[in-house]
């Protein structure tokens, strides 16, 4: 039996957008067509993962809920590499926004991270 569809939560939602994004827009880049049905998935996934953080930064409002929601996130941080990939850029032009404060990233040693979440924004 084939399931009709498949019950994703907002959290699961927030940290798939940005990989789906970036094949969406590699779907284009490489004048692609992707199926509609997976077009309107992307969107509403998309769309759930704007309103779980939207309610996500609601809900931080002492230290005490910033500390419980930031620990709760568990997340696969990038490379500029990886980040690259799913943009359709280079790791430079990545490192370039770093350093100029439009891509949120971490230093850890000599390499950047970038938290997927905040790519959606960039």
Do not use: H
């Not at 880049?29 to 953080?53: H, K, N, Q």
């Not at 350093?99 to 924004?121: C, Q, T």
């Amino acid at each position: 039996m084939i399931a009709e569809g498949v019950l994703v939560g907002p959290r699961a939602c927030a940290l798939l957008a940005p990989w789906l994004a970036g094949i969406r827009r590699l779907a284009r880049t490489d004048g692609a067509t992707l199926d509609p049905s997976v077009v309107a998935a992307i969107a509403e996934i998309e769309t759930v993962s704007r309103a779980y953080r939207a309610s996500l930064s609601e809900r931080v409002g002492t230290c005490r809920n910033a500390e419980i929601v930031e620990s709760a996130r568990v997340v696969s941080w990038l490379t500029t590499k990886q980040t690259a990939d799913m943009l359709g850029i280079t790791p430079r032009a990545v490192v370039a926004r770093i350093e100029r404060g439009s891509m949120p990233a971490k230093r850890v040693g000599s390499r950047w991270l970038v938290d997927p979440i905040n790519l959606e924004e960039t």
